[in-house]
């Protein structure tokens, strides 16, 4: 159902995807191909979506230069359509060497909430290009890229993968709109339950503002649940105008 809404929606605005990379045919020689994460939703005890994240391919850049295209996905179930519907798609572009990102894609719906944004960040020619189309304004954005960035998608993954125990705080390079320093801050190791089980996982505090994978509000709080055993996010809790919405890991595919 989730790739089903995704196509649909990518579709219709496949005229503001500026990103028409090819994909590799060797990309299972690429070890985060074909990883995806599904969770569930909950507000309180009430399951009120699904999410996904998902390393959907492997593609060329430019020649020697390869990305993972990663899709992240939310969707609000039918009971909570009536009352905020959610549909929400984020792409984003990781250099397979997990130095810098080559752009990302959003497409925010959420409730009367709505945006496409988009960014693609070109290293050879040291230049940014990009466009957000809200409330029936386009902004357009262009720029000098002067070092390696990361989207915010991206930069999970990053972090991840590079996640030092001992490291209390990391800063990040992330370019969306602008420039600025993703600040996380990594508060050890806490027990949690999911399924049924107990696990280990780092709490890190990710301070993206109004800049997160969804939609965030500037001033709350997001936490991401890392597990201690297999670097995989198992959880993230998102403060909300009235209490917390917390997606759980149900299923690791691969």
């Known amino acids: ?11 219709l605005n496949a005229t503001e995807n500026p990103f028409n990379f090819k994909s590799l045919e060797n990309k299972k020689d690429y070890p985060l191909y074909g990883i995806k994460y ?34 992240a996905v939310a969707i609000s179930s039918s009971f909570i359509d009536k009352i905020f519907k959610v549909r929400d798609i984020n792409l984003g572009y990781l250099d397979v060497n997990m130095e810098r990102s080559y752009g990302y894609f959003k497409y925010i719906k959420e409730g009367r909430y709505k945006f496409i944004e988009y960014m693609y960040f070109d290293y050879e020619k040291l230049k940014i290009t990009g466009k957000k189309i809200k409330d029936k304004k386009t902004t357009v954005y262009e720029g000098i890229i002067d070092e390696n960035y990361f989207d915010v998608l991206s930069s999970l993954f990053y972090y991840c993968n590079s996640l030092n125990e001992i490291e209390s705080e990391k800063k990040i390079k992330v370019h969306t709109t ?17 399924d049924n089980k107990k696990i280990k996982a780092y709490k890190v505090e990710p301070k993206v503002g109004d800049e997160g994978i ?3 509000r500037k001033g709350r709080s997001l936490y991401v649940y890392i597990s201690n055993h297999d670097r995989i996010p198992v959880m993230l809790e998102a403060e909300v105008f009235l209490g917390n919405v917390v997606a759980k ?5 691969k």
Do not use: P
């Open 38 to 71: 599904i969770y569930d939703i909950y507000w309180g005890v009430i399951k009120v979506g699904m999410a996904s994240i998902e390393i959907k391919d492997v593609v060329e850049i430019s020649k020697d230069k390869y990305a993972y295209k990663i899709e």
């Open 249 to 253: 890991l149900v299923k690791t595919e």
């Open 1 to 11: 159902m989730i790739n089903f809404l995704f196509i649909i929606l990518f579709f």
């Open 178 to 194: 602008k420039k600025w320093d993703l600040q996380v801050i990594n508060h050890g190791i806490v027990s949690l339950k999911l």
């Open 214 to 216: 969804f939609v965030s």
